[in-house]
């Protein structure tokens, strides 16, 4: 059994593998387009550089290990056709995306852009508008692994935790759980909305003025999922004519973010490039998704975690 | 019985004592300076307007409430001396400060003062370094309310707690607790040191260079109690010779921190101007300590909820 890992993993994590599964041929750190790719059954990668032509290509090819967590962005109804099984890391993201997002909540409550605005100009200013996180009430678009834990740790802070989802279904750490259509006569209630959807069909332009006319004025809107959410126009206007407090953005519609986009420097605006799931421990983690996969498609079990149905696209 | 209160209440808060206290008689809004005071028998009081002249001129004083957490500037053994009890608000601060713990904790893990640089030059940089806080360790100096909230926290976040106080006895939300005696053997194991420890006797200077010599070199040192813990000089030497990571201070030996101490433009530390105590829900909160005492004293009942030991200094 050949296995080709596209992307760079570290020597010890190398000979770990190679020792562990010793029946395995490995072949490390090859670029997709550096050589032949039809003897590997199993291919290792972040997911961008797999194209139809590379499909074509890749005539043993059985498995795809995506090592990312979105997967839209790939040939799927080719992968579909060809019987390629596909799973993905969902989950691996869910640590450091949560921490990323309780980090902004909490940043912005205490105050910590401004004080460090202040520390620069050596002043010493205590009143500043701080809030209290206990006692606000979230609604989470994309109450899964992540959106989950994002809810567990915001009901730790004392937060009442609204889920919002296709189905409606009941989700882990959500006080409540919404569908999508009922949208618009939750958001009046939420002090934060954070999104961490998928982009799929259904989740493309979900997000409409009428959903920012909903919020609160002083409501922060978070984006850790897809830029597709919602237009940029859409969230300029709500942020320029005040529908709502604050946003935390950091996907886009077009990224990287152009350097003409009015959202660099709205003053209610914190931007960051597409960073929220970032972890030194990236790697680390997906070779844990990869060798429990492994060792199930070694036994002849093709019920792999994670896997993606190409046609949902998740 | 009447009452004085020194520091401004909202005129809504106002009535609603003044119509669930009929029998008492209130005076609100007044400094301490402004009149007689020797008829009220409770001073309601964020306690820096209580000198040794006040307590001669307070004939009827039996109760100071304070409604703030360190009393350690008031005339305590005055205090002591004439009977009077003194009780104050401990446990308010510990929603709003475990918040700011967390919100710097965070912000710094997740590199947000970093991107919030990026986006002022409308830099798109995926390329920041972010670490994970789940899996580390926190050393919390004073495990007491405040202190056990944030152990509570971060151990929703998956991180161990260390509490460390004079007695060693075991604190809630604490995977192990330790004496001030065992601090340098056990600093080596923290990721994070935070004191949320008030200034008496035992804490003054209790950080020597020896603590800071036994931390990581990639610690973060938060100090959210007294800045007399440790002096300025040891600590901007710990900073600049890299003995730690970073530093994060509310307060400082001296208040204002003056404009020529180094800490403020040291590029791993972050200043803030003791706030993180701050909330738009003090007053509201310190009232419901009040009410609550004030009602255990009508009935004769003087086992206050945080008594002071006036001797003690907590």
Known sequence: MNVLFTF???DDQMKQLESDYPGIEFCFNRKIDEGPIDEFEIIVTYGED????VLDRAKSLKWLMVASAGVEKMPLAEIAEKGIVISNVRGIHK???A???LAHI???GRALPKLAEQQKQKEWNAKVRQTELRGSTALILGPGAIGSEIGRLLQAFGVRTIGCNHSGNPAPFMDETIQFGGLISSLPEADIVISVLPSTEKT???LTDNHFKAMKETAVFMNFGRGDLVKESILVEALKNGAIGHAVLDVFEKEPLPAESDLW???NVTISPHVSSHSGKYIERALEFFTANLEKWQS???NLTNLIDPEKGY
Chains 1, 2 share one sequence.
């Not at 797999?50 to 032509?53: A, F, S, V």
């Open 204 to 206: 493309k332009g979900l």
């Open 50 to 53: 797999i194209t139809t032509k």
């Open 106 to 108: 909490l940043a912005l």
């Open 265 to 267: 420097s709205l003053p």
């Open 8 to 10: 760079k993993i570290k």
């Open 95 to 97: 640590t450091p995306m």
């Open 300 to 302: 002849g079990d093709k």
């Open 99 to 101: 921490e990323t997002a």
